[in-house]
C-alpha cells in the first residue's frame, strides 16, 4: 500500500516568514495529493490540494508543489499569520484514485510574533 | 447547514467493553470513513464504505468492526476495548464521483482503562 512520510514534525517560523512542509510517497500510481488544517481541539479541513496532472497550484497565501519523478510534494505558505499555527497533514491516493487517502504523520506549525 | 456528527465527544470505558461510536451526516455524500489519531501518528485508515453495502478494511482494522446502517449512518464497534485503543476518533464523508474532498467529524475522544 502506500506510504506516506512528511517532515519535519515540528516547524517554528516568525510572523511574516515563510513556512515549507515537504512529503514523500511510495505508490506511483497516487494522483490526488491534499493537504488538511488542524487547528487546536478541531476538525482537520481541506485547504489545498493537487492532483497528479499538474505540477502547480496557489491559493492566496498558500501553495502546494508537486514532483511525481521524485514522488514528493510540498507545502508553501507565505507572509505567515499567527491563525497558520496548527497541524498540517499532507495525504496520497495510492492507486485507489482520491477516494482513499494515506495521511502523513503531521506537522506541527507554531507562528510566532 | 450539512454537517457530519458524531457520538459521544468523549467516553470513558474499562478493558474488555464493547464500545459503539455513531457518525451521522446529513451532506447527502455516499462515502464515509473512521480514522483514529494518534500524537506522532498522524490519522489512519480503519474502515470505509463508499456506500451502503460496501465495506472495507483500512490499514487498522483489527479490534474494529463498522457497520453501514443507512446512507447517513456509520458506525465503528471495539467488540472488546483495550488501552492501546485509546485516541481520538473521526469520522469523514466524501461525495466521490471525482470529488474527494473528505469532511470530518468533530471527533470522539476514547478512553480505555
Known amino acids: 500500500g502506500e506510504n506516506v512520510e512528511q517532515h519535519p514534525s515540528t516547524l517554528s517560523v516568525q510572523e511574516g516568514d515563510s513556512a515549507v512542509i515537504k512529503c514523500t510517497y511510495s505508490?506511483?500510481?497516487?494522483?490526488?495529493f491534499p493537504w488538511y488544517k488542524q487547528e487546536l481541539g478541531k476538525r482537520p479541513q481541506l485547504i489545498i490540494d493537487?492532483?497528479?496532472?499538474?505540477g502547480e497550484k496557489k491559493d492566496q497565501r498558500i501553495a502546494v508543489t508537486l514532483n511525481k519523478t521524485a514522488k514528493h510534494f510540498s507545502l508553501h505558505i507565505t507572509e505567515t499569520q499567527p491563525e497558520d499555527s496548527a497541524v498540517y497533514f499532507c495525504?496520497?491516493?495510492?492507486?485507489?484514485?482520491?477516494?482513499?487517502?494515506?495521511f502523513g504523520t503531521g506537522t506541527q506549525l507554531k507562528v510566532e510574533l | 447547514d450539512a454537517d457530519v456528527t458524531q457520538t459521544p465527544r468523549n467516553r470513558i470505558t474499562k478493558t474488555g467493553k464493547r464500545i459503539m461510536l455513531e457518525c451521522s451526516q446529513t451532506?447527502?455524500?455516499?462515502?464515509m470513513y473512521w480514522y483514529r489519531q494518534d500524537p506522532g501518528l498522524g490519522l489512519r485508515l480503519i474502515y470505509y464504505?463508499?456506500?451502503?453495502?460496501?465495506?472495507n478494511k483500512g490499514e487498522i482494522s483489527d479490534g474494529y468492526s463498522v457497520s453501514r446502517q443507512a446512507q447517513a449512518k456509520f458506525s465503528l464497534s471495539l467488540e472488546s476495548a483495550i488501552p492501546n485503543q485509546t485516541a481520538l476518533y473521526f469520522c469523514?464523508?466524501?461525495?466521490?464521483?471525482?470529488?474527494?474532498?473528505?469532511?470530518f467529524g468533530p471527533g470522539t475522544r476514547l478512553t480505555v482503562l
Open positions: 505508490d506511483s500510481a497516487s494522483n490526488y
Open positions: 464504505s463508499f456506500d451502503v453495502k460496501d465495506i
Open positions: 469523514a464523508t466524501s461525495v466521490g464521483g471525482g470529488l474527494y474532498e473528505q469532511f
Open positions: 495525504a496520497a491516493s495510492g492507486s485507489g484514485g482520491g477516494n482513499k487517502l494515506t
Open positions: 493537487i492532483r497528479s496532472n499538474v
Open positions: 451532506k447527502g455524500h455516499d462515502r
